[in-house]
């Protein structure tokens, strides 16, 4: 027997041993998970914004712009899970001339503008949420069940770099529009890469930004107070686009065609 093999034998043991831990803790294996479950609030809100005042933005120049408040910019105005934010309009005035026939749009009374800085209102947030698995088990500790207000939590970029961070007691979040779209590395004047699309604003097309709520209650290696990350993304070829009928006076239909921001939310 040679003794050498005895030190290659246990060096390479713990050398596999150290490995698994090293994986283990790594990946946080030790730790059980549950998909948690909750309820959001959205909305959008024009505290401590004001559009006007100062010179119009360049995009006004070439279109007129209508400045409108939080309740203009919103339709629908209730919608689970997504919240619209206009950002263009097209007002057209439709007419038929029998029972029987189509509304034909009347072109010369076509008006379009864009609705002026809407990345300058903030949307309102107000989130929960409940881990059911651990919750059963133990309902009273507030490490499985919990709410926006009695944590901390934070904006991250799409270096996963925190943008703004979130203070316990407080009732809801503020997310400017603005602030959404730095995080999701855009910009409304940007072009919006649609397919046929491609060198249009995102201004003049709408867009989708996907904006989801992670809950961590671990350091990595023991458990802790809950905290959550918002992470925000733009989908990929996705205009967004909405008729909404506002008046139908005899053979007269009056409607607004919304270019939109749209956010949606998941837990």
């Not at 246990?10 to 946080?28: C, E, F, K, P, R």
């Not at 995009?59 to 408040?69: A, F, P, T």
């Not at 910019?73 to 007419?95: D, M, N």
């Not at 996963?160 to 779209?181: F, G, M």
Request: aromatic share 12%; net charge neutral.
């Amino acid at each position: 027997k040679d003794y050498r093999l005895g030190f290659l034998y246990y060096g390479l043991t713990v050398v596999a041993l150290a490995y698994v831990v090293s994986d283990i803790m790594a990946n946080n294996h030790h730790l059980e998970y549950d998909n948690v479950v909750g309820s959001m609030r959205l909305k959008l809100t024009s505290k401590g914004v004001s559009t006007r005042g100062g010179l119009l933005p360049s995009y006004c120049h070439g279109k007129k712009c209508q400045d409108w408040d939080e309740f203009q910019l919103v339709y629908p105005k209730v919608l689970p899970g997504s919240v619209f934010v206009a950002t263009k309009i097209k007002e057209e005035i439709q007419r038929k001339d029998c029972d029987h026939c189509k509304y034909k749009t009347v072109e010369e009374l076509t008006k379009e503008f864009y609705t002026l800085n809407p990345e300058r209102f903030s949307l309102k947030l107000r989130h929960n949420f409940m881990a059911p698995k651990f919750i059963k088990d133990d309902p009273e500790n507030d490490m499985y069940s919990n709410a926006n207000q009695w944590m901390t939590g934070k904006l991250v970029g799409p270096k996963s770099n925190a943008i703004s961070s979130y203070l316990e007691d407080q009732k809801a979040d503020l997310i400017p529009i603005e602030t959404l779209l730095r995080a999701s590395n855009i910009t409304l004047s940007d072009p919006s890469h649609v397919y046929g699309k491609e060198n249009i604003p995102i201004r003049e097309t709408g867009c989708v930004i996907m904006l989801t709520i992670s809950y961590e209650n671990t350091d990595g290696i023991t458990p802790s107070y809950p905290t959550y990350t918002y992470s925000v993304k733009k989908m990929p070829e996705a205009d967004y686009k909405l008729i909404e009928p506002i008046g139908n006076i005899f053979e007269i239909l009056e409607c607004l065609q919304h270019c939109w921001l749209r956010v949606i939310y998941y837990l």
